[in-house]
């Protein structure tokens, strides 16, 4: 579990409070950790604690309009970009950073937005310009199935257990109490506001479009990790942005699915502290 980090508050782009857990010491050389969609800063397993141990500053953070951050009025990849170039700014120093999914895809349009001059290094999680549709679909059908809430933590256990095909089914479901909200009603509701997921076809294409432009110009280190099963990242993805960016460093994580650093996070955590030996 990623426990034991300091809290810190960051400002984004708007004036939105960012909520963050930090390791290590702030004069060491920082490393932003950038969750997926519908998750929060508490995803990336002992990664963070880990890298730390080995001489990083590490910082999870949570998105806007997730975990304990603030929801805010819209969710564009300038908003979640730009909330990154601020994250970066108040720390100071150019930090890697490493993003999974949305983090991941906010980290290169961060990238691209800041003219390349933004991070040390990047590492994209399961994430690449091109997708798998299906994949990503099998996503937002899950986050919108609980648009309504659960009665209970087993029941919300029992969909998580539903679409993590790679995990087993947790015995203990207090865990689940950092990404769902007991409301008022009663029920129990996702820790991200459902609002970021609305957007029309038109808007993912030019994102799509907008994302395969940054991943070119990228001229930093820079890292794609795989999960070996996932269905959102393919080997045409991954052909893709090897052409777009020939000098970044590949990994994959096999057993894992979409949620690498949650599925096999020993081997994910190996792989990052591989690819920082190289900076």
């Known amino acids: 579990m990623i426990e034991g980090g300091q809290g810190r508050v960051f400002t984004g782009m708007h004036g939105n409070e960012l909520v963050a857990d930090c390791w290590g010491t702030p004069d060491d050389a920082p490393v932003v950790f950038l969750h997926g969609g519908g998750q929060t800063r508490h995803a990336w397993g002992g990664t963070a604690a880990r890298i730390a141990a080995a001489g990083w500053y590490a910082i999870?953070?949570?998105?806007?309009?997730?975990?304990?951050?603030?929801?805010?009025?819209?969710?564009?990849?300038?908003?979640?970009?730009?909330?990154?170039?601020?994250?970066?700014?108040?720390?100071?120093?150019?930090?890697?950073?490493?993003g999974a999914s949305l983090g991941g895809i906010s980290a290169l349009f961060a990238e691209d937005m800041h003219d390349g001059q933004l991070c040390s290094a990047l590492v994209l999680v399961d994430i690449a310009p091109r997708?798998?549709?299906?994949?990503?679909?099998?996503?937002?059908?899950?986050?919108?199935?609980?648009?309504?809430?659960?009665?209970?933590?087993?029941?919300?256990a029992d969909a998580v257990a539903g679409y993590l095909r790679e995990r087993s089914r947790p015995k203990d479901t207090n865990s689940l109490r950092k990404n769902l909200r007991l409301h008022d009603d009663g029920r129990w509701y996702w820790h991200w506001d459902p609002r970021f997921l609305e957007?029309?076809?038109?808007?993912?294409?030019?994102?799509?479009?907008?994302?395969?432009?940054?991943?070119?110009?990228?001229?930093?280190?820079?890292?794609?990790?795989?999960?070996?099963?996932?269905?959102?990242?393919t080997e045409e993805g991954i052909e893709a942005f090897k052409a777009l960016v020939p000098h970044a460093h590949f990994a994959d994580i096999a057993g894992a699915g979409h949620m690498v650093a949650g599925d096999k996070n020993d081997a994910f955590t190996d792989a990052i502290l591989s690819f920082a030996a190289t900076l």
């Not at 029309?200 to 930093?220: F, H, P, Q, Y």
């Open 60 to 98: 999870s953070v949570d998105l806007r309009g997730h975990g304990e951050s603030a929801w805010t009025e819209q969710y564009n990849r300038t908003d979640f970009g730009g909330d990154i170039i601020k994250i970066a700014e108040q720390i100071g120093t150019k930090p890697m950073l490493v």
């Open 131 to 156: 997708t798998n549709p299906a994949g990503v679909d099998r996503i937002v059908n899950f986050m919108r199935s609980g648009a309504s809430g659960f009665a209970t933590l087993d029941d919300a």
């Open 199 to 233: 957007r029309t076809a038109e808007g993912r294409e030019r994102d799509a479009v907008a994302l395969e432009t940054a991943a070119g110009r990228l001229k930093v280190p820079a890292l794609l990790v795989r999960g070996g099963k996932s269905d959102v990242l």
